[in-house]
T-cell receptor, first 109, second 112 residues
Framework: DVKVTQSSRYLVKRTGEKVFLECVQD?????MFWYRQDPGLGLRLIYF???????EKGDIPEGYSVSREKKERFSLILESASTNQTSMYLC????????FGDGTRLSIL | QKEVEQDPGPLSVPEGAIVSLNCTYS??????FMWYRQYSRKGPELLMY????GNKEDGRFTAQVDKSSKYISLFIRDSQPSDSATYLC????????????FGQGTELSVKP
């Protein structure tokens, strides 16, 4: 079974902080994704990556960056956290079907 | 117009009912279709992955694809309270790689 592991289930940070969300997958997938999920807005793609050191902007990349130094690890970075970035963040990886982690519920105070 | 439309519900049914969840899409190039189930405070879990038009069955779940009408469905037979969750449809152009386009999700409640 594919396993996508997100480092934190719940996280509370303050505005202006630099926040790192980590994700690891164990199936040697080349494609990895970061989404945020908000009530009424559904899943929105922030960034994705086709390979190591490769990244592509999704639909809402503003205020975020990513890092993919190793194939199995994809990190999402909030450069200067703001309250409107309070959300559920979901990491996923894919060869054919997309497989999700359990999410990180991030609160920015 | 959104690329994928899904009725957000909520949908409430009695235990044992047959449930039909539906998505329509506008891009006829979509080739691969998925259904996900998401319990509260968890990540989406893959239920079904289909390619061709027609039906695919897995236990109580049947996924149906009609490419000519650009319409996909998920049927749940003998629904159980444990089926209460949000169901998301998703589709993509490519079997491997590329991003998926998701519906908004339908919230389902199965009452005992």
């Amino acid at each position: 079974d594919v396993k996508v592991t997100q480092s934190s289930r719940y996280l509370v940070k303050r505005t202006g902080e630099k926040v790192f969300l980590e994700c690891v997958q164990d199936m040697d997938h080349e494609n990895m994704f970061w989404y945020r999920q908000d009530p009424g807005l559904g899943l929105r793609l922030i960034y994705f990556s086709y390979d190591v050191k490769m990244k592509e902007k999704g639909d809402i990349p503003e205020g975020y960056s990513v890092s993919r130094e190793k194939k199995e690890r994809f990190s999402l970075i909030l450069e200067s956290a703001s309250t409107n970035q309070t959300s559920m963040y979901l990491c996923a990886s894919r060869r054919t079907a997309l497989h999700f982690g359990d999410g990180t519920r991030l609160s920015i105070l | 117009q959104k690329e994928v439309e899904q009725d957000p519900g909520p949908l409430s049914v009695p235990e044992g009912a047959i449930v039909s969840l539906n998505c329509t899409y506008s891009n006829s190039a979509f080739q691969y279709f998925m259904w996900y189930r998401q319990y509260s405070r968890k990540g989406p879990e893959l239920l079904m992955y289909t390619y061709s038009s027609g039906n695919k069955e897995d236990g109580r779940f049947t996924a149906q694809v009609d490419k000519s009408s650009k319409y996909i469905s998920l049927f749940i037979r003998d629904s159980q309270p444990s089926d209460s969750a949000t169901y998301l449809c998703a589709m993509t152009l490519y079997n491997q790689g590329g991003k998926l386009i998701f519906g908004q999700g339908t919230e389902l409640s199965v009452k005992p």
